[in-house]
């Protein structure tokens, strides 16, 4: 994956091997939008799946599960119906543009070109991580009075012709010792429980006891139909 600026907390560590292979192993789906000095101003990193379409059928371990279920319907030969699309990410400075928009719709264009029937996404919800003690349900229910959701990132999906299906509460799980946690932080975690970290969707669970403290990420999914549509 061509390299730009994250905007995710230092903490969202990824098994950095299985993206990897993911991202080379399946290399047209990595998009990129680079500006007039060619710099890579906004990304999508996707991956096949070989999803039946039953929405039930999508993992809760969203983010995660995704990447395993892309090696094992590879390595299993089964026929790719759909593009998971893990990141749409704009540069820090250059979201007024609108270009997430424009992102999403090239991920939706690409994808029906070749030829899968959907797009599906575990959205991480931009302002969720203002509102990390209430749980992703309630936080999807939040609406504008036009009927659009109220998070801006959920919202551009809808007006996109996203159907938002359920949450996927344990998305991302990532584990660590408090001092490694201490370092991606920059908190003094010097109480067990649940504590507030800048940027996490929910709390993280520190154990000094135990000398570890893990977070667990919920995200949304989301689908886009491309079969019989026109995004």
């Known amino acids: 994956m061509i390299s730009m600026e994250s905007s995710w907390p230092a903490y969202i560590r990824p098994d950095g091997l299985l993206v990897e292979w993911a991202f080379d192993r399946h ?18 990193a996707g991956v096949a799946l070989a999803w039946d379409g039953d929405p039930g059928h999508l993992p809760d371990t ?3 599960e995704a990447l395993r279920q892309c090696l094992s319907d590879t390595y ?3 026929e790719f119906t759909t593009l998971c699309a893990l990141e749409i990410a704009v540069l820090p400075g250059h979201q007024s543009r609108n ?3 424009s992102v999403l719709r090239a991920v939706t264009d690409h994808a029906r070109r070749k030829g899968f029937r959907d797009v599906v996404s575990p959205v991480r919800p931009s302002r969720k991580h203002e509102h990390p003690e209430l749980p992703m349900d309630e936080y999807l229910a939040s609406l504008r009075p036009d009927g659009l959701p109220a998070d801006p990132w ?5 007006r996109a012709g996203g159907e938002v299906l359920k949450v996927c509460p344990a998305s991302m799980t990532i584990s660590g010792s408090l ?15 649940p ?6 969707l929910t709390p993280l669970t520190v154990s000094l006891e135990h000398d570890y403290a893990v977070y667990v990420e919920p995200n949304v999914w989301v689908r886009h139909r491309l ?3 026109s995004l």
Do not use: K, Y
């Open 227 to 229: 079969t019989g549509s």
């Open 27 to 44: 290399a047209e789906h990595q998009l990129v939008v680079v500006d007039e000095r060619e710099q890579v101003i906004a990304r999508a």
């Open 179 to 193: 001092a490694q946690w201490r370092e991606w932080t920059g908190l003094p975690l010097d109480t067990s429980g």
């Open 62 to 64: 969203g983010w995660d």
């Open 154 to 158: 959920l919202r551009v999906h809808v």
């Open 76 to 78: 299993a030969g089964r």
């Open 195 to 200: 504590v507030a970290v800048p940027g996490a």
């Open 99 to 101: 270009l997430s928009a």
